[in-house]
Each structure stands twice: as structure tokens, then as C-alpha cells.
């Protein structure tokens, strides 16, 4: 059941207020600075109410698309069960997203220091821009574990790439007076196909391929707790085999375009969306065809007109379970 929320407007300060950060005006020390301009940002409140620990928690940090939208960021999904944060995807500003996750639902799980699982659906920029921000920030807030991540051929090339183009970040914090250690920057990234891919004593998480345009390797994920079974349909296009594979869970994760909107667009807009991700309505379809107890809509692309409450609407006509337009830092 999703956890009840009070909407509002936080301001960038006090969200940095909240963080334990302070604001610090440029200039000259000794010059007199007018005050920093107060910009506004939706940002969620944090909960009153204790999470249970032993509930399987879905957070959504990033529900945004390529689009620079200021009020969504890069795709990224948290579920944290068993006191640890797996995480699909990592857009950008993941970490960020992730601390603001650990206020907003009282997980301590999501705290920056503890991230060091991850999972990726595949490897476009808008699904991994925040990985070397996963790789580097928590390590210098104090990770004291390997990052293991999972995904498609070219993650380990992607990964070691990365280590390569951050080497004299990582040198002068190791070498100079930060003293950090280079040996809890460890990245153990595993190159994944269709099955089980990880298990440990809260989780098991199944890869399933999806199509995804002229990418040769997606995936979607499936991970299956102790109270709750979820499925992330990652990047994809109509697939009508997700019935099957997501058949009585509880939750479907699952990205969208408005269906009316694309009707408005061009023929290449057309093909390249009716290819690469799936409509709001065929959504529905799929959740009504597999019994799932709760869709979740993110990476919702507004192509020409549909509003939130339409793309609902449209999953809702063949689905009749709950149906929630994921917002960022929504916990359910």
C-alpha cells in the first residue's frame, strides 16, 4: 500500500539544511554578499511515521527521463528489504536522490555511505549517468564495502573506463591530506544474462530480457522478498510476455508514454517510441493479463498532451487494481 504523503514546496536550502550541509555565499570572505537566491524545488516532506523494518520498501528516486526536468531525476528505483538498498538504475544524481530518500522514508539503508548494490536494465546515458557518482561519492562519504553491480556486456568496460577517467580524482584523495582508502574503492561489476543473478538472505533478483529498441542487451528485473514480489519492467517495448513473467506479484514497476500524445506526433517519433517503450494503455493490458496487485507508472514520457491523470486513466482502462503515477521519492 503506497504511504500516505503531504504535498508541498521545500526550498534548495532547507532541503540542504535537512542534509546537514550549509550554504556557503560566494565571494571574497571579507566582502559582504547579499543573500543566496531561495529557488524552489517540489521535494517531498520526510514521513512522520517509523518504516517498519521488516516491510519491503520501494523507493522511487529518479522517475525523469533524458528530458532536464528539474523536478525529476535520472531513472533510478530502490528496494530495500532486509536493511539494504538495491538499486535499479542509476540516473543522475542518484546519490543525492538516495540521501534525500533516506529523510523522506526514514531507511537508513539509503544513506550514500551504504549503497553498494545495483542493477542495471541496460546501458543507455540517461540510465547510467549516475554510476560514476555511485562508484566515487559514497566511497568518500565512508562506503566501507565492495560495489557490486549487475548488468549487460560492456558494464565491465563501462566500469573500468570510468576508474580510468576518475584515476587522478582517486590519487590525489588517497595520496593527499583526505588519506581515504584506495582499497574500499572496490567495483565488482558482473556482466548478466536471463536467470537468477542475486541472492542473499533478503533478495532473490531474476533478469529478464525485454526489447528495447536496437539495443541488444535490456533487462527487466524481478526481485522477490520475504513479503513482497516486484517487478521493474526497465526501458521496453510492448512485450506481451511480461504477463507471464510477472504473473501475481504484487507490484509492476513499469515505464510509459502517453498513448494519445504519440498519436500526435510524426511517423519517426512515432516508430522510434512504439518501439523502444510501451503505452500507458498496453501497461494496463499487461498488468490486467498478469493479476498484479499495484502499478507503479515511472519514466513517463508526456509526448503531446497526456496528463498524469490521463496516463492513469488509460492504464486503468483494462487494469482495475491500484495505479500510482510515480513521483520522485514516493515510498510505497
Known sequence: ??????????????LLAGLGCTAVPSGDSGASSPPPERVELPV??????????SRTWIIMLGTGTPGAEPGRFGPATAVVA????????????????AAAGAIVSGLTALQPQNLRIAFFTHLHSDHTLGYPDLILSPWVLGRAAPLQTFGPPGLREMTDSLLDAFS???????????????????VEPQEISPGVVYEDEAIRVEAFAVPHGTWEYAFGYKLTTNDRTIVISGDTGPFDELAEIARGADVLVHEAYGASGLREREAPTQQYHGTFHTSAVK????AAEAGVGMV???HQLHLSGDTDVEMVEQVRLSFDGEVFYGRDLDVF
Not at 517531498?44 to 523494518?53: H, I, K, L, Q, V
Open 283 to 286: 501497461v494496463g493490458q499487461i
Open 168 to 186: 587522478e580524482d582517486i590519487r590525489v584523495r588517497v595520496e593527499g591530506p583526505e588519506q581515504l582508502r584506495r582499497d574500499l574503492l572496490v
Open 82 to 97: 532486509g536493511g539494504t538498498a538495491y538499486l535499479v538504475d542509476a540516473g543522475p544524481g542518484v546519490v543525492r536522490r
Open 296 to 298: 507503479i507508472l515511472t
Open 44 to 53: 517531498t516532506p520526510a514521513e512522520t511515521e517509523a518504516r517498519d523494518p
Open 1 to 14: 500500500m503506497r504511504t500516505p504523503r503531504t504535498a508541498g514546496l521545500v526550498t534548495v536550502l532547507g
